[in-house]
Nanobody, 118 residues
Framework: QVQLVESGGGLVQPGGSLRLSCAASGSGFSINVMGWYRQAPGKQRELVARMGSGGTRNYAESVKGRFTISRDNAENTIYLQMNKLTPEDTAVYYC????????????WGQGTQVTVSS
């Protein structure tokens, strides 16, 4: 069982930046793809970004050009650099891991709160 531990959430003003990190305890095929989902109050959970171990990246349209996902395969860690944050980015952000881009995430982190407010 893969364990995922997120860090880096917090409160930021509109237009600001935050960087999320997620460290996976396991390795191998189960973390071939790692990514981030988010859930805002009253809304469904949605994919934000994900990245394969080979470098393939997918982004939600709403974050393209503002968020960047990256990973350190040697450390089994992924990052989400979030720039130009808006109040609509306020949500709990969850780190995920799955064996392939076509698979639903098999592992989830506990979530980290991101609040964008003045």
């Amino acid at each position: 069982q893969v364990q995922l531990v997120e860090s880096g959430g917090g409160l930021v003003q509109p237009g600001g930046s935050l960087r999320l990190s997620c460290a996976a305890s396991g390795s191998g095929f189960s973390i071939n793809v790692m990514g981030w989902y988010r859930q805002a109050p009253g809304k469904q959970r949605e994919l934000v970004a994900r990245m394969g171990s080979g470098g393939t990246r997918n982004y939600a349209e709403s974050v393209k050009g503002r968020f960047t996902i990256s990973r350190d395969n040697a450390e089994n860690t992924i990052y989400l650099q979030m720039n130009k944050l808006t109040p609509e980015d306020t949500a709990v952000y969850y780190c995920t891991a799955s064996p392939s881009l076509g698979a639903h995430p098999g592992s989830w982190g506990q979530g980290t709160q991101v609040t964008v407010s003045s």
